[in-house]
C-alpha cells in the first residue's frame, strides 16, 4: 500500500513497478483505498472498506508500505489505515518491507521510523526500511526512475524471502 494520496505519487509509482516487476508466483495486491477509509473510531463497527483492508492483509504473507514523509512522519491517512488494524490481529506475525521514495538520498528516516513502530507494535516483523532518493527531474522521466525502482523492488523482494 502507498501512504500518499497524491496522484502521480512516486510512492504509489513504486507500488505499482513492485507489482509490475513481481517475480513468478508473487503476486502483488495493492490497496489502493487508504484515503476512502473513514476516521479510526473503536466503537464503529467496521465498514466494508476496513473490512478489505483487514481481509487483504490476513490474507498476505508480507506487507508492503511505500510513503511520503511529511512533517517528519508518516502521512495521516497511512497512520489512519494502520490504526484499523490495530487489536485485529492482521498484521501479527506479518513480514513487513517500507520504503520512502524521496527526493532526498537519506530523506524519509522519521516517517521509517514511525511506520516501522507502528507496524513492530501490531507484531509484524521489519525486515527491511529504506529510502530510494529520487529527484524530481527522474521521477518525471521513467526510465530513470524505473532503473533505481527496479533495484529497490528487487532488493525489497529480496528481504521478503519472496524470491
Not at 17 to 22: E, S
Not at 70 to 82: D, F, I, Q, R, V
Amino acid at each position: 500500500m502507498s501512504g500518499s494520496l497524491q496522484s502521480g505519487s512516486s510512492n504509489t509509482r513504486l507500488v505499482h513497478v513492485a507489482r509490475d516487476l513481481a517475480p513468478d508466483g508473487i503476486d502483488v495486491d495493492v490497496f489502493e483505498s487508504v484515503g476512502a477509509l473513514p476516521h479510526f473510531n473503536p466503537d464503529l463497527v467496521a465498514p466494508r472498506a476496513v473490512v478489505d483492508l483487514r481481509e487483504r492483509v490476513a490474507a498476505s504473507d508480507g506487507v508492503l508500505i511505500a510513503s511520503p514523509e511529511y512533517a517528519h512522519e508518516m502521512p495521516g491517512s497511512l497512520k489512519n489505515a494502520l490504526d484499523w488494524l490495530v487489536g485485529s490481529g492482521e498484521l501479527y506475525g506479518k513480514r513487513a518491507a517500507v520504503v520512502v521514495v524521496s527526493p532526498r538520498p537519506n530523506g524519509g528516516v522519521y516517517a521509517r521510523e514511525a511506520i516501522e513502530r507502528t507496524l513492530r507494535a501490531q507484531g509484524a516483523e521489519v525486515v527491511v526500511s529504506i529510502t530510494l532518493g529520487v529527484v524530481k527531474h527522474e521521477v518525471a522521466a521513467d526510465a530513470a526512475f524505473l532503473d533505481q525502482a527496479r533495484d529497490t523492488v528487487d532488493e525489497l523482494f529480496a528481504a521478503l524471502a519472496f524470491t
